[in-house]
């Protein structure tokens, strides 16, 4: 009888421990997955979902390339079709949290006229280039505040060689390698169907959810601080490969082109992409 009670007494205290073992596991996953990237990046795919986007996520490459790179990974894909019949949008998402700003640089101008920027279509068809040149005013971008460096100074240096860059540049590299990899990945898609459609119109863009800061330099040495919402930065890609523009006058090639990283913040995504690509 002794040895029942003790016993009971025993399940009853494990029972109770065990209990509260698992309430404390379940508040560090909480704890972790709050902390992380992945509620944002299931937040950006619903709203996608929402505007009738082609959502993919999750996108791995790179994995048995001959080249021996390491693998990489898109966090979603957007895709749908744009003002343009037979030319889709397609949007390279990465999804980043930070208890940090992101503070870019502007620039006293606006983007311009260029109807090459963030597009990748089939290099022989003029005709398309051409329409897409009078149309440019559609384009998002057009007018834009231009914004061309971001500081770092918040984000500590560690003696890894890949962690040595902040989490703004890794950003940037890591939607930036997606959008080379899904260019080319268009392009051989357009030799091999080249009924299926005429191009494709790419677009990085950057998810935060943290504060978003715009700086501006001034020229009696003051520096002016404002929050936004949205940042249009410019960057010029360097590519592997001569990518080559037809035209009218003959096929120019061009070993680096000015592109728009989108970078915007969380609550802005849904009214972002409604007013870009209605």
Known sequence: ??????????????????????EENISKIKKEIKGGGIPLQIYSSVILDKLNWNVKQNCFYN????KGE???????????????????NIIIFECKKSSNPWVFFK??????????????LVKD??????????????????????HTYFHTAFFKEKAERESQYSPIHKAIKQVLSGMGFIANQNEDFLRKNPLAIDGYFLYPLI??????????????????????????????????????????QGSQGLRSKKIIVDVVKKEYLEEFLRNSFP
């Open 63 to 66: 994995l048995f390339n001959k």
């Open 70 to 88: 390491s693998e990489r990974e898109i966090d979603i894909l957007g895709e749908k079709g744009s003002f343009i019949p037979r030319l889709n």
């Open 107 to 120: 620039q006293k101008t606006k983007m311009g006229k260029d109807p090459f920027l963030v597009t990748a």
């Open 125 to 146: 068809n003029i005709f398309i280039y051409d329409f897409v040149s009078k149309n440019f005013e559609k384009f998002h971008y057009l007018g834009k505040e231009i």
């Open 207 to 248: 998810v935060l959810d943290g504060e978003l800061l715009s700086a501006l330099n001034r020229e009696d040495g003051e520096i002016e601080i404002e929050e936004r919402n949205h940042i249009a930065l410019q960057l010029n890609f360097e590519m592997e490969e001569a990518w080559i523009v037809p035209g009218k």
């Open 1 to 22: 009888m002794i040895i029942d009670n003790i016993l009971i007494y025993k399940l009853k205290k494990f029972k109770i421990f065990s209990k509260f073992m698992k």
